[in-house]
């Protein structure tokens, strides 16, 4: 078998797999690297959302790979030969799914390097998450060699590769139960935890199938009716227990890490690794807002702002919505993004909320005066909009900007007015 | 000693029988399997490569019947096969490709790679085992083919127009190694050469229209024909002697 | 006599299998671009995305056989104007596909509908038709697969001009960069396939070159 498995290793699809899995990896993860930048279980998780992409290649390879016998006219040749189908076979198989794997590992384990320099969270169960994937993986190219062993068709492989994308994009799509039997995910589950019994019946389902797709593509029933039996067993309690969706948070991976000096700024453990950039950039905005009576005292990341976290909702706090906010080196990716959660802290609520002959531009005004002076004369939108205000002397800025709150707080049309005019 | 022995063989396609009721012993030695074009010759080769299974009669290699599994998988250990169009992968080397059948075949993981090595040398090849199979002239790649079918040392050696594509030359060479392999097992050679077949088979085997009409030693066939046949030697003579002796029985 | 020799053509190239084929899967996209349309939570008919770019990919991928004949050197050894001949089979091939994958998107053609169908159908049997004169129609489908398969999740989530030229497949058919793009992949791929056919890879000593 050994011998077998490394002619194919060398001289069938496998080179061609580890090559296109190596280039769909790399290039899924340039494409959206705010989904996995600095995170563990961000980059678990983009694995098995890149499978939607990377089951169809692996599909397509495996079919290139099985339908070789046939496409070289080598059949008669072979099965004039002793030993049973099955061994050639697995050995083709395990050649496509070592070197497919090989190649997504070396693309994601470049990743894995940039993450690992960053990341304040190794806990949770990312590489259970990520296990899980690669099974899929090696499920997909047996899917493959079925098709590509059974299929007398010349574009069996392409057209089996383009089904499952389809097969997988509509499981995504699907809000029904049976669609949580697809290895791809849609949603990010960066804060939680997905419940242990989902992880092991995921990976029973998996392997399972894969026995079942390789059993019949050899014809052995016996083997192919336990295998189904196994995978219809894993099926059921996937499909009709308690959806995940909801899981508990990882209390680890929530947790808040807080900035020791100045104002505070507090981030999960998770995206800890960003503390310093998002401190420099709020921190600043706390300082102004200092004692102004009805301002935010401290910014916190939005992730534990749900119902059952640690943090209940108030006035004080400022949250910061991070989950696309990490570059592939693990920095901040959009200050702007950060400051607009203080934007809404100046009460645009208001603006919203008046209709037709109530509204008057003016409040626009104030609104925009009061972002920007919040800003720091650098409002997005609303730039320079303050430069009356901030020549006043320090103590009236901040007590147009209570006032400000104040009305915004009541919705006080009058007052607003006022306030955008005063200066 | 006959160690492939074959009775009341029937296989048809559709309604059309190819062979009908044939019999055919072997023993040791080069045989010769001479006929038309659609007579069943490749039929009864791939009958006894065990790729095609008959619709009636005994087939038996080395002592095994082939239609029990045990037996088939053990007389398949000992089967040397080469088909009339023989398919190959284009990206394995020579080595690698006679090295892959050596493993179809269940050789011993550790007598592989001499046997690969000499199996490579028997047919000349030596020097491009380690060419890609695509860069090969369709001479080479036919030796290569005769060496994947030699490598497990058969038993039984079935070889199907495997002198198609070979130079004069490489010819000569094939019929010296042909009298080799024929020393301990059975070798049966496939062809349109009789000339072939008179220079390296001991003895021969005349199919036509799925039946044997003739079978003994090539002497015989020769003896067979007359001055008044046509063709430009003497067993080439004797060849379309036979043929229209067995054409006016079956009239 | 044309007439003839043009039913021969598509026989020998297998153009009733993939009519049965581009049939089949005008009708998959009927159901799966209605069925998504009609999913509220989705989004409406902006959630066809992916049958706007699967449906004309595999159409083109079951075209790429149909471009090259049992043997290449045997057709190019002929007098026949092959280069008309490519060009025709190939424009056929995209009126037939492209009005037959857009009838089945015309409830708001405008959002991922018939209009991103047609233009897809452009770009991607441009596609498979120059892959078809540098790889050979066995491996055609191979770059239109690969690109396909990764521009649906690797499209950046901004518009701009640079992304609607690369990721055309993906745009709306309002980008006018993403015609630009499709209709040059089509040109580019009719005019090499049209120059040299289909390739023809290292061919097999005596035996036919097998698919």
Same mark, same amino acid.
């Given at each position: 078998m050994r011998r077998a498995l490394w002619v194919e290793l060398r001289r069938g699809t496998a080179p061609y797999a580890a090559l296109a899995m190596f280039g769909a990896g790399v290039w899924v993860l340039a494409a959206h690297p705010d989904d996995w930048g600095g995170r563990w279980v961000g980059l678990a998780d983009y694995l098995r959302v890149s499978l939607l992409v990377l089951c169809p290649l692996m599909v397509c390879a495996g079919a290139w790979q099985a339908g070789r016998e046939r496409r070289r006219d080598i059949g008669e040749l072979i099965a004039a030969t002793p030993r049973p189908g099955w061994h050639s076979l697995v050995a083709a198989w395990l050649a496509v799914t070592l070197a497919g794997v090989a190649g997504t590992a070396v693309a994601f384990g470049g990743a894995a390097v940039l993450v690992a320099r960053v990341a304040t969270y190794a806990g949770g169960d990312w590489w259970q998450r990520a296990a899980v994937g690669v099974l899929a993986l090696a499920a997909a190219s047996a899917g493959g060699v079925l098709v590509g062993r059974r299929v007398p068709l010349r574009v069996a492989a392409p057209i089996a590769g383009l089904a499952t994308y389809l097969g997988l994009a509509i499981l995504t799509y699907w809000n029904a139960a049976p669609a949580r039997l697809s290895p791809a995910y849609d949603g990010r589950r960066m804060y939680s935890l997905v419940p242990e019994w989902v992880i092991e019946w995921q990976a029973t389902w998996l392997v399972a199938l894969t026995v079942l797709l390789l059993a019949v593509a050899v014809r052995r029933w016996r083997v192919a009716l336990l295998a189904g039996g196994v995978a219809v067993a894993a099926a059921v309690p996937i499909s009709?227990? #308690?959806?995940?969706?909801? %899981? #508990? %948070?990882?209390p680890a991976a929530v947790e808040l890490v807080c900035t020791s000096s100045g104002p505070e700024v507090c981030l999960t453990r998770v995206n800890a690794f960003l503390l310093g950039e998002v401190a420099a950039v709020a921190q600043p905005i706390l300082a102004r807002l200092d004692g102004i009576p009805g301002a935010p005292r401290r910014a916190v990341d939005h992730t534990v702002r749900p119902a059952g976290a640690s943090v209940a909702e108030d006035a004080d706090t400022v949250w910061l919505y991070l989950d696309f906010q990490a570059t592939a080196l693990g920095g901040l990716a959009n200050a702007e993004d950060l400051r607009t959660a203080f934007r809404q802290e100046t009460g645009w609520g208001c603006a919203y909320r008046l209709q037709g002959d109530e509204f008057d531009q003016r409040i626009h005004q104030a609104d925009n005066m009061a972002t920007d002076w919040l800003l720091d004369g650098s409002g997005f939108w609303a730039e320079g909009a303050s430069a009356g205000l901030r020549e006043l002397p320090p103590s009236a800025q901040r007590a147009w900007f209570a006032d400000y709150l104040d009305a915004v707080g009541r919705c006080d049309v009058p007052a607003l007015v006022r306030l955008a005019e005063q200066p | 000693m006959t160690t492939v022995s074959v009775a009341g063989l029937r296989v048809s396609y559709g309604n059309r029988a190819v062979l009908d009721d044939l019999a055919i012993e072997l023993g040791v030695g080069v045989h010769g399997l001479l006929g038309p074009n659609g007579a069943g010759k490749t039929t009864l080769m791939r009958v006894l490569a065990t790729v095609l299974r008959p619709d009636r009669g005994e087939v038996r290699l080395l002592g095994h019947r082939t239609d029990d599994r045990v037996g088939l998988r053990q007389a398949r250990r000992r089967l040397g096969y080469l088909p009339q169009a023989f398919g190959f992968y284009p990206r394995f080397t020579v080595r690698e490709f006679v090295e892959y059948f050596a493993w179809l075949r269940e050789m011993p993981a550790a007598r592989i790679p001499l046997a690969v090595d000499r199996a490579i040398e028997r047919v000349g090849l030596r020097d491009r085992a380690d060419d890609r199979m695509k860069h090969l002239s369709g001479g080479m790649l036919r030796r290569a083919g005769i060496a994947q079918a030699i490598v497990n040392a058969p038993r039984v050696l079935l070889l199907d127009e495997p002198t198609a594509g070979l130079d004069p030359e490489q010819r000569v060479e094939f019929r010296t190694l042909l009298r080799e392999l024929g020393r301990d097992a059975v070798v049966l050679v496939s062809t349109h050469l009789v000339e072939d077949v008179a220079a390296a088979c001991a003895r021969v085997s005349l199919v036509d229209d799925g039946r044997l009409v003739f079978a003994g030693h090539p002497e015989g066939l020769i003896a067979a024909g007359g001055d008044g046949d046509s063709g430009d030697s003497p067993i080439e003579r004797g060849y379309t002697a036979v043929l229209r002796g067995a054409r006016q029985v079956s009239r | 006599m044309t007439g003839r020799l043009l039913r021969l053509h598509l026989r020998a190239r297998g153009a009733s299998a993939f009519v049965a084929g581009a049939s089949a899967i005008a009708l998959l996209a009927w159901a799966g671009g209605t069925w998504l349309a009609a999913q509220p939570h989705l989004g409406g008919p902006a959630a066809r995305l992916p049958v706007v770019v699967l449906a004309p990919l595999l159409a083109a991928v079951l075209l790429g056989p149909t471009l090259a004949g049992a043997d290449e050197e045997l057709e190019r050894g002929t007098p026949l104007r092959w280069p008309a001949w490519r060009v025709g089979h190939v424009l056929l091939a995209v009126l037939a596909v492209a009005t037959a994958l857009a009838l089945t998107g015309l409830r708001a053609p405008e959002t991922f509908g018939a209009q991103a169908l047609a233009r897809n159908t452009l770009g991607w049997i441009g596609l498979v038709a120059g892959a078809t004169a540098l790889l050979g129609a066995r491996l055609a489908w191979l770059p239109a697969f690969g690109y396909g398969c990764v521009v649906y999740l690797a499209a950046p989530r901004d518009a701009g001009v640079f992304v609607a030229l690369w990721a055309w497949p993906v745009q709306p058919a309002t980008a006018a960069a993403s015609w630009l793009a499709a209709g040059g992949v089509l040109a580019l791929g009719l005019a090499g396939y049209a120059y040299r056919g289909s390739a023809v890879g290292h061919r097999l000593p005596s035996r036919p070159v097998t698919i």
């Amino acid at each position: 078998m050994r011998r077998a498995l490394w002619v194919e290793l060398r001289r069938g699809t496998a080179p061609y797999a580890a090559l296109a899995m190596f280039g769909a990896g790399v290039w899924v993860l340039a494409a959206h690297p705010d989904d996995w930048g600095g995170r563990w279980v961000g980059l678990a998780d983009y694995l098995r959302v890149s499978l939607l992409v990377l089951c169809p290649l692996m599909v397509c390879a495996g079919a290139w790979q099985a339908g070789r016998e046939r496409r070289r006219d080598i059949g008669e040749l072979i099965a004039a030969t002793p030993r049973p189908g099955w061994h050639s076979l697995v050995a083709a198989w395990l050649a496509v799914t070592l070197a497919g794997v090989a190649g997504t590992a070396v693309a994601f384990g470049g990743a894995a390097v940039l993450v690992a320099r960053v990341a304040t969270y190794a806990g949770g169960d990312w590489w259970q998450r990520a296990a899980v994937g690669v099974l899929a993986l090696a499920a997909a190219s047996a899917g493959g060699v079925l098709v590509g062993r059974r299929v007398p068709l010349r574009v069996a492989a392409p057209i089996a590769g383009l089904a499952t994308y389809l097969g997988l994009a509509i499981l995504t799509y699907w809000n029904a139960a049976p669609a949580r039997l697809s290895p791809a995910y849609d949603g990010r589950r960066m804060y939680s935890l997905v419940p242990e019994w989902v992880i092991e019946w995921q990976a029973t389902w998996l392997v399972a199938l894969t026995v079942l797709l390789l059993a019949v593509a050899v014809r052995r029933w016996r083997v192919a009716l336990l295998a189904g039996g196994v995978a219809v067993a894993a099926a059921v309690p996937i499909s009709t227990g #308690p959806s995940w969706n909801r %899981a #508990p %948070a990882d209390p680890a991976a929530v947790e808040l890490v807080c900035t020791s000096s100045g104002p505070e700024v507090c981030l999960t453990r998770v995206n800890a690794f960003l503390l310093g950039e998002v401190a420099a950039v709020a921190q600043p905005i706390l300082a102004r807002l200092d004692g102004i009576p009805g301002a935010p005292r401290r910014a916190v990341d939005h992730t534990v702002r749900p119902a059952g976290a640690s943090v209940a909702e108030d006035a004080d706090t400022v949250w910061l919505y991070l989950d696309f906010q990490a570059t592939a080196l693990g920095g901040l990716a959009n200050a702007e993004d950060l400051r607009t959660a203080f934007r809404q802290e100046t009460g645009w609520g208001c603006a919203y909320r008046l209709q037709g002959d109530e509204f008057d531009q003016r409040i626009h005004q104030a609104d925009n005066m009061a972002t920007d002076w919040l800003l720091d004369g650098s409002g997005f939108w609303a730039e320079g909009a303050s430069a009356g205000l901030r020549e006043l002397p320090p103590s009236a800025q901040r007590a147009w900007f209570a006032d400000y709150l104040d009305a915004v707080g009541r919705c006080d049309v009058p007052a607003l007015v006022r306030l955008a005019e005063q200066p | 000693m006959t160690t492939v022995s074959v009775a009341g063989l029937r296989v048809s396609y559709g309604n059309r029988a190819v062979l009908d009721d044939l019999a055919i012993e072997l023993g040791v030695g080069v045989h010769g399997l001479l006929g038309p074009n659609g007579a069943g010759k490749t039929t009864l080769m791939r009958v006894l490569a065990t790729v095609l299974r008959p619709d009636r009669g005994e087939v038996r290699l080395l002592g095994h019947r082939t239609d029990d599994r045990v037996g088939l998988r053990q007389a398949r250990r000992r089967l040397g096969y080469l088909p009339q169009a023989f398919g190959f992968y284009p990206r394995f080397t020579v080595r690698e490709f006679v090295e892959y059948f050596a493993w179809l075949r269940e050789m011993p993981a550790a007598r592989i790679p001499l046997a690969v090595d000499r199996a490579i040398e028997r047919v000349g090849l030596r020097d491009r085992a380690d060419d890609r199979m695509k860069h090969l002239s369709g001479g080479m790649l036919r030796r290569a083919g005769i060496a994947q079918a030699i490598v497990n040392a058969p038993r039984v050696l079935l070889l199907d127009e495997p002198t198609a594509g070979l130079d004069p030359e490489q010819r000569v060479e094939f019929r010296t190694l042909l009298r080799e392999l024929g020393r301990d097992a059975v070798v049966l050679v496939s062809t349109h050469l009789v000339e072939d077949v008179a220079a390296a088979c001991a003895r021969v085997s005349l199919v036509d229209d799925g039946r044997l009409v003739f079978a003994g030693h090539p002497e015989g066939l020769i003896a067979a024909g007359g001055d008044g046949d046509s063709g430009d030697s003497p067993i080439e003579r004797g060849y379309t002697a036979v043929l229209r002796g067995a054409r006016q029985v079956s009239r | 006599m044309t007439g003839r020799l043009l039913r021969l053509h598509l026989r020998a190239r297998g153009a009733s299998a993939f009519v049965a084929g581009a049939s089949a899967i005008a009708l998959l996209a009927w159901a799966g671009g209605t069925w998504l349309a009609a999913q509220p939570h989705l989004g409406g008919p902006a959630a066809r995305l992916p049958v706007v770019v699967l449906a004309p990919l595999l159409a083109a991928v079951l075209l790429g056989p149909t471009l090259a004949g049992a043997d290449e050197e045997l057709e190019r050894g002929t007098p026949l104007r092959w280069p008309a001949w490519r060009v025709g089979h190939v424009l056929l091939a995209v009126l037939a596909v492209a009005t037959a994958l857009a009838l089945t998107g015309l409830r708001a053609p405008e959002t991922f509908g018939a209009q991103a169908l047609a233009r897809n159908t452009l770009g991607w049997i441009g596609l498979v038709a120059g892959a078809t004169a540098l790889l050979g129609a066995r491996l055609a489908w191979l770059p239109a697969f690969g690109y396909g398969c990764v521009v649906y999740l690797a499209a950046p989530r901004d518009a701009g001009v640079f992304v609607a030229l690369w990721a055309w497949p993906v745009q709306p058919a309002t980008a006018a960069a993403s015609w630009l793009a499709a209709g040059g992949v089509l040109a580019l791929g009719l005019a090499g396939y049209a120059y040299r056919g289909s390739a023809v890879g290292h061919r097999l000593p005596s035996r036919p070159v097998t698919i």
